[in-house]
């Protein structure tokens, strides 16, 4: 079953500008996890935000979450062409056997 | 950072053969996965291991079975390989607590006909 749910599902938008995507789940989350996937590779890991938290940073990166909305959005700024990437928001709901439960990701491109 | 071998990188079979892939790591990490990711479904588990010898079933894990006799080592079979277990297959292990922060291999494209 599908929990957490990337909007919009593609973006392009020009060097230099700032890149927000955005991820919907449904049920209560301990953590919600964010990573990036480059064409044929695996996926990196980017930044964790616990269910505490509200906001993270991580050099050019601010996720936020909205618990009562069941919400989260990742900011890239000064967005640079490397970034052109897939990036998946996954959430852990506590229980091991279920593992992360991934969205279908948004396809980034960064015009040069 | 860990590193984690995935082997083969490709693979085409046929249908009705067993497959095994093999997943390899350096670091001991505690927590490994296997998820495979698919057009319109994103990732998803198919099993997962918290120790030598101690596995779980995931969302997907019918037709596969994994083994974990060392630390190191995290082998996913196919008994027998049907045409809707074409996919990515990615290894994984947890940098922190059970799924936290995923360290992935790069994958094993296989095709099944």
């Known amino acids: 079953s599908q929990q957490g749910e990337e909007d919009p599902q593609a973006l392009s938008i020009q060097e230099g500008e700032n890149a927000t995507m955005n991820c919907s789940y449904k049920t209560s989350i301990n953590n919600l996890q964010w990573y990036r996937q480059n064409s044929g590779r695996g996926l990196v890991h980017l930044i964790l935000?616990?269910?505490?938290?509200r906001e993270k940073h991580s050099g050019r990166l601010r996720v936020t979450l909205d618990t009562s909305k069941k919400s989260s959005s990742l900011l890239i700024t000064a967005s640079r062409a490397a970034d052109t990437a897939s990036y998946f928001c996954a959430t852990d709901t506590g229980g091991g056997a279920d593992g992360l439960t991934f969205g279908k990701g948004t396809h980034l491109i960064i015009q040069p | 950072d860990a590193g984690i071998t995935q082997s083969p990188r490709h693979k085409v079979t046929e249908t009705g053969t067993p497959v095994t892939l093999r997943c390899h790591q350096t670091?001991?990490?505690?927590?490994m996965y296997w998820y495979r990711q698919d057009p319109g479904h994103g990732l998803r588990l198919i099993h997962y291991?918290?120790?030598?010898?101690?596995?779980d079933k995931g969302e997907v894990s019918d037709g596969y079975s994994v083994s974990r006799s060392k630390t190191e080592d995290f082998l996913l079979t196919l008994e027998s390989a049907t045409s809707s277990q074409t996919s990515v297959y990615f290894c994984?292990?947890?940098?922190?607590?059970?799924?936290?922060?995923?360290?992935f291999g790069s994958g094993t494209q296989l095709s099944v006909l």
């Open positions: 670091e001991n990490h505690r927590y």
């Open positions: 935000i616990r269910s505490n938290e």
């Open positions: 291991s918290y120790g030598v010898k101690d596995t």
């Open positions: 994984a292990i947890s940098q922190g607590a059970t799924n936290e922060k995923l360290f």
